[in-house]
């Protein structure tokens, strides 16, 4: 038996359709459309581990995993041919960018070394933000939202803003960017950190919210992190708006 080579697969989808990146015994995943196709076309079982989960609904637009094979001929011709003959049988909402030989110990999720989403939020009616925005009727104050975004900058556990009963061995996460942006129409809510929690970027947006609403002081937002209870924070947005942006690795696979 041939030795397997160990790749990188770059990806976007559009998680409408999804119940999030992650196998799952009773839904449809795009891990289970993706290893699908890979094994079709490579004509071997194929099994992919990505970079995360991204939770039901939630849209990514630069998505990494790693797979093994034997079967794919190298050069770039015939990498190109291999990407288009897996995107001509993968649904519209997924889509291949790049694969990538990489060493055999490299791994998508563990050596991922900076994860970077965007929440997109919009005011007026739009039919084609639907689906990729939340529409939201009045606009918060974006200098309140920054200051309690400072704060949460300055903390590292973040148990107030994940999933109950997740099976993670620590709530800590450095995060080295939190910060919205004004858009035309919207706003933007960007926040990189080394690892998310389940939920973390939709709860701290919907705590974040409720202080562009003034219904608590930005001091609040210490006061919640420190409480370690989720319930203490905001209500979970929309997954609509939630893109995962950028996965960095140290060296670029």
């Not at 990505?50 to 093994?68: L, Y």
């Not at 291949?96 to 994860?115: E, G, M, Q, Y």
């Not at 009727?137 to 997740?166: G, V, W, Y």
């Not at 998310?196 to 701290?204: E, K």
Request: hydrophobic share 40%; glycine share 6%; charged share 20%.
């Amino acid at each position: 038996m041939a030795n397997k080579q160990r790749y990188f697969i770059e990806l976007s989808y559009d998680g409408t359709n999804y119940h999030g990146w992650q196998l799952q015994p009773n839904a449809i995943g795009v891990q289970e459309v993706l290893n699908k196709a890979l094994s079709t076309i490579l004509r071997e079982p194929i099994e992919t581990l990505g970079c995360g989960r991204t939770d039901t609904g939630v849209h990514a637009k630069e998505f990494f995993a790693h797979f093994d094979s034997e079967s794919i001929v190298h050069g770039p011709s015939s990498m190109v041919n291999n990407i288009r003959s897996i995107n001509s049988i993968l649904p519209h909402d997924i889509a291949i960018k790049n694969i990538i030989p990489v060493h055999a110990d490299v791994h998508a999720r563990f050596d991922a070394t900076l994860r970077s989403y965007q929440y997109h939020i919009h005011f007026n009616k739009d039919p084609f933000k639907h689906g990729y925005s939340w529409l939201l009727r009045d606009e918060p104050d974006l200098e309140l939202m920054n200051q309690a975004a400072k704060i949460i900058m300055e903390h590292t556990d973040f148990s107030c803003f994940s999933k109950s009963n997740t099976q993670v061995k620590t709530n800590n996460c450095k995060i080295s960017r939190a910060e919205w942006v004004k858009t035309d129409g919207g706003i933007v809510f960007h926040i990189s950190a080394d690892r998310f929690l389940r939920n973390m970027v939709r709860a701290i947006v919907g705590t974040l919210i409720m202080v562009g609403k003034k219904e608590i002081e930005p001091a609040a937002v210490r006061d919640i992190i420190e409480s370690k209870n989720r319930s203490n924070a905001g209500t979970s947005v929309p997954a609509c708006g939630l893109y995962l942006t950028e996965v960095q690795y140290p060296l670029a696979p």
